[in-house]
Each structure stands twice: as structure tokens, then as C-alpha cells.
């Protein structure tokens, strides 16, 4: 239709059909699946990517590192070769695991040259008190030395042939050990503390330094050496004993007990240092 005179040309739009209108949304449905649909080489690196992260997780399974709560060792002594001979030169922190049950009660220990080293998780308070005493026993505000929790004690035990501890106890106003008050040559022994072993063995720290199993004459189960002693005027001072076992089940220390009968208003501070095992 031509307009007439002065009136400006226009165009009349046809009107779409609805067919051609169905055939474009359907080709922008078919675009949008295209984008979203992966290729070939995207599919395969997916793949592949679970492949190796699944194989990943397999050989954390079959040689654990320790670095992580969810892939623990047994011991320090399971470390890879690689791991292991790093633990010669410089302490390193790992995740055990001994008893192989939940990941939920695995923790930290200490690993130098292939020993397990467990550090105290709670220490002994300050006891004050008169006569005999026992430190744990005796005061009910007072926590045992705990390391972890006895089922990875006992594995821990089980696996390796022998344990050391260290205990520490700050004195005031007791003798704990030697008395020397009256003679340094000849020191009185009979207020030498007592000590409740894990196994629930009460043994004399000098009487029982050189501990034999009943029946067994020849072979030492446990041996304690004083390190030091400064509390052998009865004044300030430290008394620090190394024990060394031979046996499963006689370390960690449980509770320490005070036998000079005599003493008023001492006071006591046991620290219970690292416990290793070794092969």
C-alpha cells in the first residue's frame, strides 16, 4: 500500500506464525543443553581427577603418614621410609592410632628415632598435706597423669618391648628420697616414696630400684635411676627419677605416695614428664 501526498512511508510487519515462534525457543533450549553439556575431554579430566584422588585416599589407607587425625599410624615405628628416616634427625609430630578403632580417640604423640613418645595430657596439682599420703589416691582434687585412654595404652604396650618415664616431684618441707639431714655418706632410705604402677603394682623407688618379676632372679623388669635430688635436706627442691621397663603393663606411673610419717605441712608437686616406647 503506497501512502498519497505528504505522509511519510511505512512498512506493515507481517504477523509470525505460531509454528516459526515454537521453532526458535526450541532452538534456544537446544543452545542452552549444548552449553551445559560437557565434552569429551572435560568427561574424561573428571574422571580421571576421581580416579586419582580415590587412589590417593587407598594408599593414605595402606601406608597412613600420620599427618592427619583421619589417616593415623599404629606406631612411630610404621612410618613410610621416607617419613621414618627424617625422624632421626628432628622430632616430628604424628597421629597414632594403635588400636585401629575410630579415628575419634587417635592423638598426638612425639616420634624420634622410631620411639613413641606420649606427652601428659593432665598433670598431678599441688598436694599439701601431713604423714603418709598418697597424691592421687589421697586428694580428691588432684587428676592422675593421663596420656590417653587405656585401650591405646595397652596396644601401645603390646607392641613394643620396652617403656621410659621420667617423673618429676617439687618438694617442700620433705625428704622424698635420700635423708641426709644427718649424714651424707651414710643417707637414710627409709623415706623413699612409693609408686602405683600401671598394672596396679606398689613398688619402693629404692628398694625396688632394680625390680625381678617373681620367680625370674636373672632378668630386670624395671629399673629406676635417680637423675637428681635436691630435696634431701628436707628443704626446696626437685626430685627427678627416670624408669626404665622391660615388661608391658608396669608405665606409666600411676600414683606416687609419700611414706616419711613424720612430716607436717609439706608440699608436693609431681610432674610426670614424656613416655616413650621402644622396639
Known sequence: VQPSGDTAPFRVRARRRRRQIDNEDDDSVDKDMLAMTPTVGNFLKRIF???????????????????SRQ???????????????????????????????????????????????????????????????????????????????????????????????????????????????????????????NMRLYNGLVI???????????GNTLNTQLEVTVLDDTCSKGSNGFLRLRLRAKAPFLLPVRDVEITDTKARDYQVFAVAASLCFGE
Not at 581427577?49 to 599427618?67: C, E, H, K, V, W
Not at 604423714?131 to 591405646?152: L, M
Not at 629404692?206 to 625390680?211: A, E, F, M, Q, T
Request: charged share 25%; net charge positive.
Open 204 to 214: 619402693n623407688s629404692h628398694l625396688n630400684r632394680r625390680y625381678r618379676a617373681h
Open 49 to 67: 581427577g576421581d580416579i586419582d584422588r580415590l587412589t590417593l585416599r587407598l594408599n593414605n589407607y595402606r601406608q597412613p603418614s600420620g599427618a
Open 71 to 193: 589417616y593415623p599410624v599404629r606406631a612411630c615405628r610404621e612410618l613410610s621410609t621416607a617419613a621414618a628416616a627424617a625422624t632421626t634427625k628432628q622430632q616430628q609430630q604424628v597421629w597414632l592410632d594403635p588400636n585401629l578403632g575410630s579415628a575419634e580417640d587417635a592423638f598426638q604423640a612425639t616420634c624420634q628415632a622410631r620411639k613413641t613418645c606420649l606427652h601428659p595430657v593432665s598433670q598431678a596439682q599441688i598436694v599439701r598435706a601431713s604423714g603418709r599420703h598418697w597424691i592421687v589416691e589421697g586428694d580428691t582434687k588432684t587428676a592422675s597423669w593421663k596420656y590417653t585412654t587405656n585401650s591405646q595404652l595397652r596396644f601401645l604396650s603390646l607392641m613394643h618391648s620396652t617403656t621410659e618415664q621420667e617423673l618429676k616431684l617439687a618438694c617442700r618441707g620433705i625428704v622424698l628420697y635420700a635423708d641426709k639431714r644427718k649424714s651424707e655418706s651414710n643417707p637414710d632410705y627409709s623415706k623413699a616414696i
